[in-house]
């Protein structure tokens, strides 16, 4: 029999490693809002949304002022943040774009709403909101059908 994961399982939290812990940090907790839950030193940082140990590990120990990895490199593509409503999301971007931060992109995909843009150390990072289940686009036999459409941005930010 095929061994299939838990329906339960989640991605507990993702551990970067960036050139700058400050640098990163001006971006994770002073744009994004994540809160520090635990420093170590100058070095690594743990960070959180509503008091969980760590969503995102920051890290200098093997990267400490080095340049971003190549675009055409195997590695991550970028963390996925989901937010918990459609005001949430809005309220960030309307943060990232008082800030002037450069956004890579933006997509409704059917099943989610999504803002895409690069942290300071050019790792790839998504910012969500997953639209109810039962609104999900199905085809004609019940398959998920994701697309990539173009983002109302300003019908998303009119809900703050």
């Given at each position: 029999?095929?061994?299939?994961?838990?329906?339960?399982?989640?991605?507990?939290?993702?551990?970067?490693?960036?050139?700058?812990?400050?640098?990163?940090?001006?971006?994770?907790?002073?744009?994004?809002?994540?809160?520090?839950?635990?420093?170590?030193?100058?070095?690594?940082?743990?960070?959180?949304?509503?008091?969980?140990?760590?969503?995102?590990?920051?890290?200098?120990?093997?990267?400490?002022?080095?340049?971003?990895?190549?675009?055409?490199?195997?590695?991550?593509?970028?963390?996925?943040?989901?937010?918990?409503?459609?005001?949430?999301?809005?309220?960030?971007?309307?943060?990232?774009?008082?800030?002037?931060?450069?956004?890579?992109?933006?997509?409704?995909?059917?099943?989610?709403?999504?803002?895409?843009?690069d942290?300071p150390?050019?790792?790839?990072?998504?910012?969500?909101?997953?639209?109810?289940?039962?609104?999900?686009?199905?085809?004609?036999?019940?398959?998920?059908?994701?697309?990539?459409?173009?983002?109302?941005?300003?019908?998303?930010?009119?809900?703050?």
């Amino acid at each position: 029999m095929e061994y299939k994961v838990p329906s339960g399982v989640s991605i507990g939290h993702v551990h970067l490693k960036v050139s700058d812990l400050d640098k990163a940090l001006a971006f994770y907790q002073g744009i994004l809002g994540f809160e520090i839950t635990q420093r170590y030193g100058a070095q690594a940082v743990f960070i959180s949304a509503g008091g969980y140990h760590h969503h995102i590990g920051l890290n200098t120990w093997y990267s400490k002022n080095a340049p971003p990895a190549p675009q055409r490199a195997c590695g991550l593509f970028h963390t996925a943040i989901l937010y918990p409503t459609r005001r949430d999301l809005a309220i960030v971007l309307q943060r990232l774009l008082d800030a002037g931060y450069p956004l890579t992109g933006t997509a409704d995909h059917g099943v989610s709403e999504a803002i895409y843009l690069d942290d300071p150390d050019g790792n790839g990072v998504e910012l969500y909101y997953d639209r109810p289940r039962e609104q999900w686009p199905l085809d004609t036999e019940g398959n998920l059908q994701m697309m990539t459409e173009p983002l109302n941005v300003n019908e998303l930010l009119s809900l703050i």
